[in-house]
Each structure stands twice: as C-alpha cells, then as structure tokens.
C-alpha cells in the first residue's frame, strides 16, 4: 500500500500564503511524478500544479501560474505547494497525487487519470 498525506491546509484571507505538504509512505514505487488537483463545491477536479520527480520538470495551471510553486524533497518523499497572493476562487479541497512508473507526454501530467495514487485532502478556504 501506498500512502499520501496532505497538510497545511486552513482558512486565510485573500492575499495571504499557505504551504501546502504530501508525505508519501509505505510500499516502495518507481516515482515519476507528483501533483496537486483541487476540487471546490459543485465543480470537478482540477489540476493545480506537477512536477516531475526526476529532473524537476514543473507545470502549472494558468490559474495559478506566477502564484503558486510547486517543489520536492526527493530524500523526504514530500512534495510541497507554496500559494502565495491567495484569492477566494482558490478555495477548494486540495489533493496530492502521485504518479508511479516512466516518462510518458507531458501533457499526461496535468490530467487526474495519469496519477496512480492520491491522498484523501486537504481543505483550503480563503475569505474576502
């Protein structure tokens, strides 16, 4: 079994910063990626942020482009999210997905299907 652990989430005011953590345990897997999907109230899974385990390779949602940072420790197994200029549209259920095997299209990275293991969330709220 693997396991993925979202923390840092909360409640913050517009403009404010949150860093959000994933800590992978358990079985061991050939790690390819990770990434960040969120989900608010009545709309679908959205993809946030990714970043390629090897090599770094990052990629990001236009919402979020500019703001948002996405980050590793490879030694940690953890991926960060640093949200900085927080807005009340980025309120949303947060969730760390972690993509096991090789390379495949990049733009593999930004979809939910491509992620073989997720963490049950974290809640993100931001007030105006």
């Known amino acids: 079994q693997v396991q993925l652990v979202e923390s840092g989430g909360g409640l913050v005011q517009a403009g404010d910063s949150l860093r959000l953590s994933c800590a992978t345990s358990g079985r061991t897997f050939r790690r390819d990626a990770m990434g960040w999907f969120r989900q608010a109230p009545g709309k679908e899974r959205e993809f946030v942020a990714s970043i390629r385990w090897s090599g770094g390779n990052t990629y990001y949602a236009d919402s979020v482009k500019g703001r948002f940072t996405i980050s590793r420790d490879n030694a940690k197994n953890t991926v960060y999210l640093q949200m900085n200029a927080l807005k009340p549209e980025d309120t949303a259920v947060y969730y760390c997905?972690?993509?096991?095997?090789?390379?495949?299209?990049?733009?593999?990275?930004?979809?939910?299907?491509?992620?073989?293991?997720w963490g049950p969330g974290t809640q993100v709220t931001v007030s105006s």
């Open positions: 997905a972690a993509r096991a095997g090789y390379a495949t299209y990049s733009d593999s990275y930004t979809r939910a299907p491509a992620y073989d293991y």
